[in-house]
């Protein structure tokens, strides 16, 4: 009996100091213990191009090949509405996958799909700056759909407003390379005539997005 109540204290006692050695583990290092590792939110910004490019080769209605080249400058605005969900990795570095809706330029709408890495400057739990570059494709709205690739990089200012709730104030440089329906005159020339219709699209961006 009395081997048994030994074996008790010993196993209790135990179990008390692996807790307070867990316990000081923990406070030593919070920022990596207490930060969401999966995030998820939304995002909108105000798009503004000032330039495209377009290359165009292709048949018209009577047969003839025809080539063109144009540098187009102008301003055009747009919106983009996205949906992301993602991974800390780090209390400084977040990885995420970008979806929703964009409009281009004059051109057309796209459904865009792009990866996200973010780096964060400061605390987990205090305002701070940031910087992010962008890489993806995409699907374009039209008649006839085709791949686009969009990428931007930029940074920004991220307001703690809880725990697990953040607000980002965002700007960004960006180029997006599409695919214009071609027009002749006043006949649309499908993609069977086509043999290249690319655009290079220059812009920037300013907007905010929530994130949990």
Not at 51 to 74: A, C, V
Not at 199 to 209: D, E, H, N, Q
Request: net charge neutral; charged share 20%; proline share 3%.
């Amino acid at each position: 009996m009395k081997k048994c109540l030994y074996i008790l204290l010993i196993i209790c006692t135990f179990n008390t100091n692996v807790y307070s050695a867990n316990k000081n583990v923990k406070h030593t290092n919070p920022a990596e213990s207490d930060i969401p590792r999966l995030t998820y939110g939304a995002e909108w910004c105000y798009i503004g191009t000032v330039h495209y490019n377009t290359r165009y080769n292709f048949f018209n209605t009577e047969g003839y090949r025809q080539n063109r080249s144009e540098s187009i400058s102008g301003y055009w605005s747009n919106a983009e509405a996205l949906l992301h969900i993602g991974y800390n990795l780090t209390p400084h570095l977040n990885l995420s996958v970008y979806t929703g809706i964009i409009g281009i330029a004059d051109i057309h709408h796209a459904v865009p799909l792009s990866f996200r890495g973010t780096y964060y400057f400061g605390e987990p739990d205090s305002d701070r700056w940031l910087a992010f570059a962008d890489l993806g494709t995409g699907i374009s709205i039209k008649e006839e759909p085709q791949e686009i690739w969009t990428g931007k990089v930029g940074g920004g200012y991220r307001i703690t407003l809880s725990r697990d709730t953040k607000l980002d104030f965002i700007t960004a440089f960006r180029l997006c390379c599409t695919h214009p329906q071609i027009k002749d005159g006043e006949d649309i020339i499908s993609l069977q005539w086509t043999n290249r219709n690319t655009a290079l699209v220059k812009s920037f961006s300013i907007g905010m997005a929530i994130t949990f």
